[in-house]
């Protein structure tokens, strides 16, 4: 799919989250959020991807390092469409696709729907969702497939306040019109220069913008407070388990920690309040038993550990049976 560069947005502080950590960098089961978000965008093979960075950006661009992507800086918060417009000489002369770096959950499968509707037409195109309290988001009004406009939650009206269709940020911007982000302006009680915009410049200009509704908001919209942060893990947590279920591995309860780089071979067997974390693999026919902590090691096949182990960056042979309240630390 290398039709496309894509653009990351990194840079805001997350005041809701009441954190001195660049909101990018806070972890959803043991990734930073912004992590994810490159390794879907990644999966989608674009020309490029950019960070914008910018409250952090130390932070950000180190853990980001890994994937030898590109950084632009936003050194001032002036708005979404400012800090698209900071990468613009990092991009070359392709369409554009526009991601948040606080929105883990989204699937590459999901923006893959999304750049094939957008194909259809080859306009302007947001993603947009329904939710029953659209306080803080920027509602969108249609008219079919068609936005009319999207106005930000501190700018709309009462009447418009009602509306429960949401901007969830994630955009594509066709070449041919990347350069009327240059013409938004910051007439709004922010001051600021959103991407939203966008929507109007292409009004006075005759250009449609489409909406793409996507029907899972949890999936598409960003991560602002630490509730938020909450529901994010655990959301994660499930499509973890989910995934080894699907290739084999038993669960006797969903009351276990398993980050995302784990790997779980079949027919191993999981109890509760098991806490699997780092780079762990644990091979096939495995018994973990309850209230036992790994970290950064090897578990061979047919090993049977007991409840309340500690193990730490070890290599556990096949057919070794380690007894309850044992330590295994390198």
């Not at 957008?118 to 008219?143: A, H």
Request: hydrophobic fraction near 40%.
């Amino acid at each position: 799919m290398k039709e496309f560069n894509i653009i990351i947005l990194a840079a805001g502080k997350g005041e809701r989250m009441m954190s001195k950590k660049p909101k990018v960098m806070h972890e959803i089961m043991g990734k930073p959020m912004i992590g994810y978000v490159v390794e879907r965008a990644r999966a989608l093979n674009p020309i490029s991807i950019t960070a914008v960075t910018g409250y952090g950006r130390d932070k950000v661009e180190a853990f980001l390092a890994k994937y030898n992507i590109n950084y632009s800086v936003q050194h001032e918060q002036k708005g979404t469409a400012h800090a698209v417009l900071t990468a613009k000489r990092l991009i070359s002369n392709n369409d554009l696709l526009i991601l948040y770096g606080d929105v883990p959950l989204i699937e590459s499968s999901t923006l893959k729907d999304f750049i094939a509707f957008y194909k259809k037409f080859n306009d302007i195109t947001f993603m947009i969702t329904s939710i029953n309290d659209p306080t803080g988001y920027g509602r969108v009004l249609l008219e079919g497939d068609n936005i009319k406009y999207i106005i930000e939650d501190a700018d709309a009206s009462p009447e418009e306040k009602t509306i429960k269709e949401i901007n969830t940020g994630i955009c594509i911007i066709p070449e041919k019109y990347i350069s009327l982000i240059e013409k938004i302006g910051c007439n709004n009680k922010k001051g600021e220069y959103y991407l939203t915009d966008i929507c109007k410049v292409a009004k006075e200009n005759s250009i449609a913008v489409k909406g793409y509704h996507y029907d899972k908001p949890l999936e598409v919209l960003g991560v602002n407070g630490k509730k938020e942060l909450l529901e994010a893990n655990q959301t994660m947590k499930n499509n973890i388990i989910d995934f080894h279920i699907r290739k084999g591995v038993a669960f006797i309860d969903r009351n276990i920690y398993i980050e995302t780089d784990v790997t779980i071979g079949n027919d191993s067997v999981i109890y509760p309040n098991v806490y699997i974390a780092g780079n762990t693999e644990i091979g096939e026919d495995v018994v973990i038993g309850p209230n036992t902590i790994i970290e950064d090691s090897i578990i061979k096949h047919n090993v049977n550990i007991g409840g309340f182990c500690l193990i730490k960056g070890a290599e556990i042979k096949g057919g070794t049976t380690i007894p309850p309240f044992s330590k295994k630390i390198k």
